[in-house]
């Protein structure tokens, strides 16, 4: 059973510039969660995607961004970059009926100059 | 506003003892509690959960009990092992949403 998997592992990009991080889900998990997390803080939601449609977001502004592709994988795009938008992003996968056990992959660190 | 609070950011246990990592909730409407255990350089990974309708769910060394009058749970591991030094997260959601809160995290040290 292959976990989940995000790419790239380290990402340096600067002000204004616009990024595009990627996630494979775990096998048979058709859902599939964006976190991000800033040091010392926990994950905070931005959005979760079921069947290629946005299932629900959090408090993220719309240049904050997703896809979700018929084989389950996803895309976090941002467009604009921040410096606050510096931070861990995690991607996570679940079956729709089990929506909260959700599995993690090992995260994006997105470093914005 | 933080809605789920682990108010201690690092906590210390001789290898063996129990470690208990607490967390607080504000939301009355969170009914789902679950904690994660994460460490460096890997993504969180689920480690045990408590629906509202239970005050204790138990799984091998670790146990999770949930005092909704007092809006607070925590995490009971016994004993502890070296391979439990990771940094432990408590998480809430609200009529089965797939919205998770967080909580900032505790570090946990076992000390040998």
């Known amino acids: 059973e292959t976990g989940v998997t995000q790419s790239p592992t380290h990402l340096i990009k600067t002000r204004g510039q616009q990024v595009t991080l990627r996630c494979s889900s775990q096998s048979g998990h058709n859902t599939v969660s964006w976190y991000q997390q800033a040091l010392g803080q926990g994950p905070q939601f931005i959005f979760q995607y079921y069947r290629e449609e946005e299932n629900g977001r959090g408090n993220f502004p719309p240049r904050f961004s997703g896809l979700q592709f018929p084989n389950y994988s996803s895309e976090l795009n941002v467009n604009a970059l921040e410096l606050d938008d510096s931070a861990l992003y995690l991607c996570?996968?679940?079956?729709?009926?089990?929506?909260?056990?959700?599995?993690f992959g090992p995260g994006t660190r997105l470093t914005v100059l | 506003d933080q809605q789920v609070k682990q108010n201690s950011p690092s906590l210390s246990v001789q290898e063996g003892r129990i470690s208990i990592l607490n967390c607080d909730y504000t939301?009355?409407?969170?009914?789902?509690f679950l904690w994660y255990k994460k460490y460096p350089a890997e993504g969180p990974t689920f480690l045990i959960s408590?629906?509202?309708i239970k005050d204790k769910n138990e799984d091998g060394r670790f146990t999770v009990f949930l005092n909704k009058s007092a809006k607070h749970l925590s995490l009971h591991i016994v004993p502890s092992q070296p391979g439990d030094s990771a940094v432990y997260f408590c998480?809430?959601?609200?009529?089965?949403?797939?919205?998770?809160?967080w909580g900032a995290g505790t570090k946990l040290i076992i000390k040998p």
């Open positions: 939301n009355s409407m969170f009914d789902y």
């Open positions: 998480a809430a959601s609200a009529n089965s949403n797939y919205q998770l809160i």
């Open positions: 408590i629906s509202s």
């Open positions: 996570a996968s679940s079956p729709i009926d089990r929506n909260n056990e959700q599995f």
